[in-house]
Structure formats: structure tokens, C-alpha cells
């Protein structure tokens, strides 16, 4: 019983996470479940070159009550997180101060890299993420930036 009600939650929750249309277009791409029902883990994938690779940042727009909630979520969290970072992906994550009402993870290489991270990450899945959306960063200053720009002489 407690079973198929947090199960109805979860799903209730899920229809109120905006997911950015890109992220359903690959899903379907790929042949995967609908946004509701997404595999926990992500779709393995080489690491991307390191080198001038692009660089998108995942932000998360938190729900009011992250802080609270998110103890019971923050291994299963960090160990996609890490399993990305390991992989080549991602670069950096976390949360900004308090108030805490955004997070922001930079993955390096595909956009598709942070929109699989969002579509297997727990946060979303149980309502801690209220949306998300990735946008290409063009770096352009730094050893890793994706078209480095220097001033003219």
C-alpha cells in the first residue's frame, strides 16, 4: 500500500518538473521511458577530449523545502555526480550560499552528458529540482576554455 502511494506521489511530483524539450527529444532519440519513468542510471559514454571540449552548465532552480529533504537523496546524488566527474564529464557542482535556491553543475563535451545527469538524478526525481535547463557556456579565458580568446597584442 505504502508502496503504490509514494509511487503516486513521486509521479504527481514528476508532472509538475519542467523538463526542457531538448531533454524529451533525446530521451525519445534514444528510445528511453517517458520523463516520468527514467532509468536511474545514466547511459554510458566516452569521456569527451579535454582539450577546447564545450562546456554547458545544468542549473537547477531548487524547490523551498531542498534543505530539508535532501539528506535521504545526497549519496545516490553524489555517486552519479562523481560517476560523471570519473567519466569526463562533468567538472564542477554545487549548490550556491543560502539562500539556497539554485544549483549549478558545468559538465564539459555534450549537452547530452548534463541532460542524462538531470534525466537519472534523484533530486529531480523526487522533487528537490522545481526545474532545470542546460545552457552552452562559451568559455573563452582559462587552460580548458572551448575557444580561447586572447587580447590583441
Avoid at 527529444?25 to 545514466?42: C, D, I, L, N, Y
Avoid at 564529464?89 to 542524462?116: D, H
Amino acid at each position: 500500500m505504502f508502496v503504490r502511494l509514494f509511487r503516486a506521489r513521486v509521479r504527481r511530483r514528476m508532472e509538475g518538473v519542467e523538463l526542457p524539450a531538448e531533454l524529451v527529444t533525446a530521451q525519445r532519440a534514444a528510445g528511453a521511458a517517458p520523463p516520468s519513468r527514467v532509468a536511474a542510471a545514466p547511459v554510458p559514454v566516452a569521456a569527451p577530449k579535454v582539450q577546447g571540449a564545450p562546456h554547458f552548465l545544468l542549473i537547477y532552480d531548487l524547490a523551498p523545502d531542498y534543505l530539508q529533504r535532501r539528506a535521504q537523496f545526497r549519496d545516490e546524488h553524489l555517486a552519479l555526480a562523481w560517476k560523471s566527474a570519473d567519466a569526463g564529464e562533468l567538472v564542477l557542482g554545487g549548490a550556491l550560499e543560502e539562500p539556497v535556491e539554485q544549483a549549478f553543475l558545468l559538465f564539459r563535451g555534450a549537452r547530452e552528458a548534463a541532460l542524462r545527469f538531470a534525466a537519472a538524478d534523484p533530486y529531480v526525481k523526487h522533487g528537490l529540482v522545481r526545474a532545470f535547463r542546460v545552457k552552452q557556456w562559451h568559455t573563452v579565458a582559462g587552460a580548458q576554455a572551448h575557444a580561447p580568446l586572447r587580447p590583441k597584442a
